[in-house]
């Protein structure tokens, strides 16, 4: 099992900047791939950013910027420029080898307020 916590989350004005952590425990040799997700209320869970837990590229959405410490088992997601409608709750998640893609772990995610 692969344990996930995030951190970072927290008020801030528009235009600012957020860093959100995402702290991998347990089994992180299982892990392939980590991502970023984003949901506000009542609205279906939004893709933001990946990266490959071992190397290779990533993909982002946008404003924001992914990258990992794997010596801390860490990915973050550096979020600038934020404006009121970035406003909802991040969730990192995890996938494994054996099933690409599919997101199979994940945090209990950290709210993000912009003020404007």
């Known amino acids: 099992q692969v344990q996930l916590v995030e951190s970072g989350g927290g008020l801030v004005q528009a235009g600012g900047s957020l860093r959100l952590s995402c702290a991998a425990s347990?089994?992180?040799?299982?892990?392939?791939?980590m991502g970023w997700f984003r949901q506000a209320p009542g609205k279906e869970r939004e893709f933001v950013a990946i990266i490959s837990w071992s190397g290779g590229p990533d993909s982002v959405k946008g404003r924001f910027t992914i990258s990992r410490d794997n010596a801390k088992n860490t990915v973050y997601l550096q979020m600038d420029s934020l404006n009121p409608e970035d406003t909802v709750v991040y969730y990192c998640a995890a996938d494994s080898p054996r099933q690409p893609g599919t997101w199979v772990y994940w945090g209990q995610g950290t709210q993000v307020t912009v003020s404007s």
């Open positions: 347990g089994r992180t040799a299982g892990i392939y791939n």
